[in-house]
């Protein structure tokens, strides 16, 4: 009976999405990853989802606008399209990258809202592996080449998750979504906090001294409000990912530091990280 107890307790745990357990573990980094790792050649079982059929679009309070440094996020993941193609006058090599941004609400701690009107078998394809079956989007020529740059996991169909999970709950449709994700991302670079990792692409820097950056767009004491994620590789803290909450409706991307909403930000980078530079930089 004991090892009966024991065996639907394992039964349960593996039932439960990674996503559901730690929302700074993130499950599109752990996707990508698996996509690294596995052929493509080799079906993957689809993971249980949180959300039955999906949640109702507009049905949310902030969004969170989350931004990676692609050069941290691709070491020891070089088998991956994005990564392989990172060269060092890319882009994403000297500034932020798109990640996601996600409708959220406040009241649910688990972050679990999404797919909203999204169809069961859309959802079992949700995996690093099977991005690219999921149903293609209908994207405009200049809002997919915008995406290829602002957000290089475009090579491994990461639009697909990205819009299915969290652009289906915005209220836009999938161009107007990316649109003004990927200006965004434009925006952030132009302001001094992003101009502050371009130029110090390479080099070690001290946590406060990016916060202030940030401040001096967005405010005194807004770099509170920044949640710093930060991996390890070669002994080295690296800076891996910057989030901070955004206001409902968005407004265009020119007044992104006037979006910025004051929800205490966290992470768990050190005092000092290194900004990774390209591989060949």
Not at 164 to 180: I, Q, T
Not at 238 to 248: G, S
Request: aromatic letters at 8%.
């Amino acid at each position: 009976m004991r090892q009966l107890a024991g065996l639907a307790i394992l039964i349960l745990i593996a039932a439960v999405p990674s996503s559901a357990l730690d929302w700074s573990r993130d499950p599109v980094d752990q996707a990508r990853a698996q996509l690294a790792a596995a052929p493509l050649s080799v079906a993957v079982a689809p993971a249980p989802r949180r959300g039955g059929g999906g949640g109702t679009p507009g049905q949310f309070d902030s969004y969170v606008f989350s931004l990676e440094w692609t050069p941290a996020f691709c070491e020891g993941k070089g088998s991956l399209p994005e990564c392989a193609r990172l060269t060092p006058d890319a882009f994403a090599s000297t500034h932020l990258a798109l990640h996601g941004l996600w409708p959220d609400q406040s009241s649910d701690p688990s972050h679990g809202y999404g797919y909203c009107g999204v169809d069961a078998q859309t959802r079992s394809l949700d995996r690093g592996a099977t991005w690219c079956r999921m149903p293609a989007l209908s994207l405009a020529d200049a809002t997919m080449s915008r995406l290829s740059v602002d957000m290089p996991g475009t090579a491994s169909c990461l639009e697909n998750h990205e819009w299915y999970k969290h652009g289906s709950c915005s209220g836009y449709g999938p161009d107007e979504y990316f649109a003004r994700a990927a200006g965004l991302v434009e925006q952030a670079s132009t302001l001094a906090f992003g101009r502050f990792l371009t130029a110090h692409a390479g080099q070690t820097v001290a946590a406060a001294d990016l916060r202030a950056a940030f401040e001096s767009d967005f405010g005194a004491g807004s770099g509170a409000d920044l949640t710093l994620t930060c991996t390890r590789a070669h002994g080295d803290a690296l800076l891996l990912d910057v989030r901070m909450h955004l206001a409902t409706p968005l407004r265009p991307a020119a007044e992104l530091s006037s979006m910025l909403l004051p929800v205490a930000g966290s992470g768990n980078c050190p005092s000092s990280f290194l900004i990774d530079p390209a591989p060949g930089s």
